[in-house]
C-alpha cells in the first residue's frame, strides 16, 4: 500500500454489520465500516498520533475540570448508521456529561460524539475525509475539528452547516459544545 491509497474496501459479496465487525481482528490495522463495507486502514505515523495525543491531554485536563463529560481516545467505534452499518473511529472523542452511556456499553454507542477530532494522515483524501466529516454531522456531531500537521491548519466543521479555517497562530476553540476550551493550534503542532 502506498501514502496515495490511505483504505482498502474489503468487498466480500455481502454487508457486515456492527456485531460483526466488533468480533473482526485484523492484526496492526485500523478498521471501519462504511454502509456495510469494511474498510482497513494502516496505522498512522508518529506526527499524528502526537497531534492527537496533545489535544486529547489538553481537552481531558479543561473536561475534567470543569466537569462537563468525558474524552474518549482514538480507536473508539461509535456506530453512526444501521442497516447497513457504518461504524466510525475519530482520533479523539467528547461526549457531554448528560450523553456518556451509563452503564457504558462493551461495544459500540449508536450515537455521535458531541465534538469530534480526525487528524489527517498524509495518505488521507480530501474526498474521504469530508464524507466522514458528513458522516458525523449526519449522525449529531455538533463540531468537527479536522487538523492537517503537514500544512499546519485545522478545518472547523459545525452542525449548522458553517466552517472555517484554523492557521497555526490561531486557536481551537470549544464554542458552545466545550466552553470555555481554547487550545492554541501551535502548541499541538
Given at each position: 500500500m502506498t501514502a496515495e491509497h490511505s483504505y482498502v474496501p474489503i468487498m466480500t459479496g455481502t454487508l457486515m454489520t456492527a456485531d460483526e465487525l466488533l468480533q473482526t481482528s485484523i492484526p496492526d490495522k485500523q478498521v471501519e465500516l462504511v454502509r456495510g463495507v469494511l474498510i482497513v486502514r494502516e496505522p498512522p505515523g508518529f506526527l499524528h498520533g502526537d497531534v492527537a495525543f496533545q489535544l486529547a491531554l489538553r481537552l481531558a485536563k479543561h473536561v475534567e475540570?470543569?466537569?462537563?463529560?468525558?474524552?474518549?481516545?482514538?480507536?473508539?467505534?461509535?456506530?453512526?448508521?444501521?442497516?447497513?452499518?457504518?461504524?466510525?473511529?475519530?482520533?479523539?472523542?467528547?461526549?457531554?456529561?448528560?450523553?456518556?452511556?451509563?452503564?457504558?456499553?462493551?461495544?459500540?454507542?449508536?450515537?455521535?460524539?458531541?465534538?469530534?477530532?480526525?487528524?489527517?494522515?498524509?495518505?488521507?483524501?480530501?474526498?474521504?475525509?469530508?464524507?466522514?466529516?458528513?458522516?458525523?454531522?449526519?449522525?449529531?456531531?455538533?463540531?468537527?475539528?479536522?487538523?492537517?500537521?503537514?500544512?499546519?491548519?485545522?478545518?472547523?466543521?459545525?452542525?449548522?452547516?458553517?466552517?472555517?479555517?484554523i492557521s497555526e497562530s490561531e486557536s481551537l476553540d470549544g464554542e458552545a459544545v466545550v466552553p470555555g476550551f481554547s487550545c492554541p493550534l501551535a502548541a499541538i503542532l
Amino acid at each position: 500500500m502506498t501514502a496515495e491509497h490511505s483504505y482498502v474496501p474489503i468487498m466480500t459479496g455481502t454487508l457486515m454489520t456492527a456485531d460483526e465487525l466488533l468480533q473482526t481482528s485484523i492484526p496492526d490495522k485500523q478498521v471501519e465500516l462504511v454502509r456495510g463495507v469494511l474498510i482497513v486502514r494502516e496505522p498512522p505515523g508518529f506526527l499524528h498520533g502526537d497531534v492527537a495525543f496533545q489535544l486529547a491531554l489538553r481537552l481531558a485536563k479543561h473536561v475534567e475540570q470543569h466537569g462537563l463529560g468525558r474524552i474518549l481516545g482514538a480507536e473508539i467505534g461509535f456506530k453512526l448508521q444501521s442497516n447497513p452499518d457504518t461504524v466510525r473511529a475519530p482520533d479523539v472523542a467528547f461526549l457531554t456529561k448528560e450523553r456518556v452511556p451509563d452503564p457504558r456499553p462493551l461495544g459500540y454507542p449508536a450515537m455521535a460524539p458531541d465534538l469530534v477530532v480526525e487528524v489527517l494522515s498524509p495518505g488521507d483524501r480530501a474526498g474521504e475525509v469530508l464524507a466522514k466529516v458528513g458522516d458525523w454531522l449526519e449522525a449529531g456531531a455538533r463540531l468537527v475539528w479536522v487538523i492537517d500537521p503537514r500544512r499546519r491548519l485545522a478545518r472547523v466543521y459545525r452542525q449548522d452547516g458553517t466552517e472555517s479555517a484554523i492557521s497555526e497562530s490561531e486557536s481551537l476553540d470549544g464554542e458552545a459544545v466545550v466552553p470555555g476550551f481554547s487550545c492554541p493550534l501551535a502548541a499541538i503542532l
